[in-house]
T-cell receptor
């Protein structure tokens, strides 16, 4: 069974640009969550999608957005990039909402210069 | 939402048992406690979850006292490959949010 796949693995962007990250969950998993991980702030919850609807949102500005498609694949978008957006962005999937066991991808390392 | 507090770091020697305690004072009645392991440049990996008392699987045990305000992850006979960051988190039953704490950086020494 394939795991959670995140693309791309690495990305370098310039301040002010926008970026889209992709996450393909494990087959059959309908809940997808996104996290930002930085050395200073640790793992922070961004948002959760289930059945193509955003169900939860963390404390991030509106520049951070996402969506989920009918096949449960998800994308997150960050507009007007800032240096502080440099981080490892992790996606996790689970079969149902609130499952204690979530399966994480390897992440996308975003560097903003 | 239950906030978790863990020690920042711990050192241990190979073959020893390691216990990492996490406090979660505001845990709600239906919240679950879970633990994840993370290696550098990888996503966290689920280790174990529990609601109360004791849970054991092939890699770890989880002890939860009756008041559920803390939990202890026990790793038996650690090896060098267990060097990682261990996160305790509470899955909020009402909101389904996963709130990660700061994590405990475990270093296993030869």
């Amino acid at each position: 069974k394939a795991g959670v796949t995140q693309t791309p693995r690495y990305l370098i962007k310039t301040r002010g640009q926008q970026v889209t990250l992709s996450c393909s969950p494990i087959s059959g998993h309908r809940s997808v969550s996104w996290y930002q991980q930085t050395p200073g702030q640790g793992l922070q919850f961004l948002f959760e999608y289930f059945s193509e609807t955003q169900r939860n949102k963390g404390n991030f500005p509106g520049r951070f957005s996402g969506r989920q498609f009918s096949n449960s694949r998800s994308e997150m978008n960050v507009s007007t990039l800032e240096l502080g957006d440099s981080a490892l962005y992790l996606c996790a999937s689970s079969p149902v909402r609130g499952s204690p066991e979530a399966f994480f991808g390897q992440g996308t390392r975003l560097t903003v210069v | 939402l239950a906030k978790t507090t863990q020690p920042i770091s711990m050192d241990s020697y190979e073959g020893q048992e390691v216990n990492i305690t996490c406090s979660h004072n505001n845990i709600a009645t239906n919240d679950y406690i879970t633990w994840y392991q993370q290696f550098p440049s990888q996503g966290p990996r689920f280790i174990i979850q529990g609601y109360k008392t004791k849970v054991t699987n092939e890699v770890a045990s989880l002890f939860i006292p009756a008041d559920r305000k803390s939990s202890t992850l026990s790793l038996p006979r650690v090896s060098l490959s267990d060097t990682a960051v261990y996160y305790c988190l509470v899955v909020a039953s009402g909101t389904y949010k996963y709130i990660f704490g700061t994590g405990t950086r475990l270093k296993v020494l030869a």
